[in-house]
């Protein structure tokens, strides 16, 4: 056998063990949340009673996480892809500062960011009894994430360049944002939207300790379900969990990659 089937064969052990390692442990507790006893096993038989269970208990939950999710994503373009295209126009000292001062909530632990909006806006009796309130933190924590995927697409083509080209030409600031720098950044701008959507579906510190009891989401919602009902239940709120993500993160990729070949199209009929 020659030196290279051998590194063939060991590269391919290595990769099945960490795949092993990494998704194991999530198959086992979806496969939990289809047996009627986790203890028994498949020989239990199979059930969507956990999973039922899960929606009528938690289904409120589920459709807040998917409005804070959605809530989060609107602000964050709103605001992230003007911010990017400014960082990116203006170079310099004062732009990689803004940029390390949007990087804090990240840096920091989320219990710590939560514990200083609940300082600074706690009083705030409305907010703090609003799920507004974690939308708040939410922004603060993906913010940067989008700023940077927006400012990347930003950067590899040109487009302080062709911005000026187009200003030259008497088209008005509004127009050459909207109709040159956001085509050529959309491969970015998807990215970006799918990392803070996915970010938000699952962040659980700082909405730990932002959340009410009525202003529960799923990853909150979750972790009650672990501590205090039977482990089928809690393994069923994994699976209904999974099934959120999946499917968002794959249509997600797919568009990214739709919307980056469309960038390049709008990019060179720019140039041109």
């Known amino acids: 056998m020659t030196p290279s089937r051998w590194d063939t064969r060991l590269g391919l052990t290595v990769t099945l063990t960490i ?7 999530i198959v086992l507790s979806v496969m939990a949340g289809l047996t009627r006893n ?25 459709w807040r996480s998917w409005g804070v999710a959605l809530a989060t994503l609107a602000i964050t373009t709103l605001v992230g892809v ?11 000292r004062l732009s990689r500062l803004l940029e390390e001062l949007l990087t804090l ?27 507004m309130f974690i939308v708040v933190g939410h922004v603060l924590f993906t913010l940067p994430f989008m700023v940077r995927a927006v400012r990347a ?38 990215t970006g939207a799918l990392t803070v959507v996915t970010l938000s579906i699952g962040e659980f510190n700082l909405t730990w300790l932002l959340h009410t009891p ?9 972790a009650d379900s672990y501590a205090s009902m039977r482990l089928e239940v809690a393994s069923a709120y ?10 968002l993160m794959i249509g997600m990729q797919w568009l990214a990659g739709r919307s980056k070949k469309t960038g390049n199209i709008a990019l060179t009929g720019s140039a041109s």
Not at 19 to 25: E, K, Q, R, S, V
Not at 83 to 90: D, G, I, Q, R
Not at 214 to 222: E, I
């Open 19 to 25: 795949a092993a390692f990494l998704i194991g442990p």
């Open 38 to 62: 986790y203890l028994v096993g498949l020989e239990s038989g199979l059930t969507l009673e956990w999973v039922v269970q899960v929606w009528e208990l938690y289904a409120d939950t589920i």
């Open 82 to 92: 003007p911010l990017a295209w400014v960082l990116t126009l203006f170079p310099g």
């Open 105 to 131: 909530p990240v840096a920091v632990p989320g219990l710590a960011t939560a514990l200083a909006l609940i300082v600074s806006w706690g009083s705030v009796g409305w907010l703090r009894a609003n799920v």
């Open 153 to 190: 697409g930003m950067q590899g083509g040109h487009l302080v360049v062709l911005d000026e080209a187009a200003a030259t030409l008497g088209a008005s600031r509004r127009q050459r944002f909207f109709d040159i720098i956001v085509p050529a950044a959309r491969g970015g701008i998807v």
């Open 214 to 222: 009525l202003t529960k989401t799923l990853p909150v919602g979750l």
């Open 238 to 247: 994994t699976l209904v969990f999974l099934l959120m993500l999946l499917p």
